[in-house]
């Protein structure tokens, strides 16, 4: 029997080719890119079409000129699976670069920024094999749509920033014996709602200023998961800061699941810092008392002397002092100077700031104490000794 040579198709055959036939996965929810560009990152992979051909056999002519794969990507806001067609309905989302014929590609979907309460979109890549294809019944003449790929939305600024917010009662301004400490801190919170993006963790940039009223900021550091305390509120994510000198602190977003770019400014204060204020050191008050000290002896001639001025004893000498800064309550103790040993002692509140100074004004502590120092029958010396809650003398 006699085989006979191997043909090209006649006018009456056709070469089949392999079927159209992708996957597309996701590459990344919706992100910053840059300040005014957020993009969506979808992977195509084409694993069978007309192209896919062993040697000698070639590709056939693409239908219509052009790419032999027409690519086009959809979105909307139901999740459920689109049929073939051969028109892929509208609107179409606009690419970062045209697609190709790769067998691998990145689909870059370019946005505007997210508006508040931006939905979940579920993404349909469409494709086309234009090879082969008769534009009427034929399987090439049709778009081949994925299955839905769920899209988390990027947050909006206002959104992000909503999340944020100081917790008043753990901002602790700079208290130290030494001027220029750096013992102040704070701490703020991030609640995690349902719709939030939660899927990377967040770092922060901590901006300072040295001026408590703001306006001129350097990057101080780094707020990550390093900082984050233990916090029993259900959907609350906590950071402390410590380690902060006196001035106006900002907090800025410099990673989260939205993306790096924008540096959101998420400090969430009306007044639109942290403001961490510096004890001053203890020292007399000389503010109405040029020496912050009064001394009235004790006298055998009383003389009425005008309040608030000491008004003399028969019985007794009497030496106030007066104290500023540090962190009340304070100390005082009057000592013999010759013995050492203490005459009196007494603890004593700040007095009340009239008018009342609230965040993020400031005003330091001040207090005054009165002794009466006994008659021993003879002059004596005496040195004063006073110490503030947290033992700066």
Request: with cysteine.
């Amino acid at each position: 029997m006699t085989t006979p040579p191997a043909t090209l198709p006649g006018a009456n055959q056709r070469l089949t080719y392999p079927k159209l036939a992708f996957t597309v996965t996701k590459g990344s929810d919706m992100v910053c890119e840059t300040s005014t560009n957020y993009v969506v990152k979808l992977n195509l992979k084409l694993t069978s079409g007309t192209d896919f051909v062993q040697s000698p056999m070639l590709p056939p002519a693409v239908v219509g000129g052009g790419n032999r794969y027409d690519i086009i990507v959809t979105r909307r806001t139901i999740n459920a699976q689109q049929l073939k067609a051969s028109s892929v309905p509208m609107p179409h989302m606009t690419l970062a670069t045209a697609p190709s014929d790769n067998h691998t590609q990145e689909l870059k979907v370019t946005l505007a920024p997210p508006a508040p309460g931006e939905p979940t979109y579920y993404y349909t890549v469409w494709v086309k094999d234009k090879g082969n294809g008769d534009g009427a019944t034929n399987y090439c003449g049709d778009y081949l749509p994925s299955a839905p790929i769920e899209v988390l939305p990027a947050e909006a600024e206002s959104d992000l920033k909503a999340r944020h917010h100081l917790d008043p009662a753990k901002r602790t301004d700079v208290k130290s014996c030494t001027a220029g400490a750096a013992t102040g801190s704070f701490e703020f919170t991030r609640t995690t709602t349902p719709p939030a993006r939660e899927d990377v963790d967040f770092e922060y940039a901590l901006e300072w200023d040295p001026n408590t009223s703001g306006g001129s900021y350097t990057e101080k550091g780094t707020i990550d998961n390093s900082n984050i305390v233990p916090d029993n509120t259900p959907n609350t994510v906590r950071y402390r800061v410590t380690g902060l000198k006196k001035g106006a602190y900002r907090i800025k977003i410099k990673r989260s699941a939205s993306g790096s770019c924008g540096w959101v400014d998420v400090t969430n204060e009306t007044i639109g810092r942290i403001v961490i204020n510096e004890h001053g050191q203890l020292s007399k008050d000389t503010s109405s008392i040029p020496s912050g000290i009064e001394l009235a002896q004790m006298t055998c001639d009383p003389t009425t002397v005008t309040p608030p001025a000491l008004q003399p004893q028969s019985g007794y000498a009497q030496l106030r002092v007066h104290v500023v800064g540090g962190v009340a309550p304070y100390t005082f103790r009057v000592k013999d100077a010759s013995a050492g040993s203490v005459i009196e002692e007494a603890t004593v509140n700040a007095l009340p700031q009239i008018p009342a100074v609230t965040y993020p004004d400031f005003a330091d502590d001040k207090a005054n104490h009165t002794f009466q120092l006994p008659d021993k029958g003879r002059d004596y010396k005496v040195m004063v000794e006073i110490t503030d809650a947290n033992g700066c003398i």
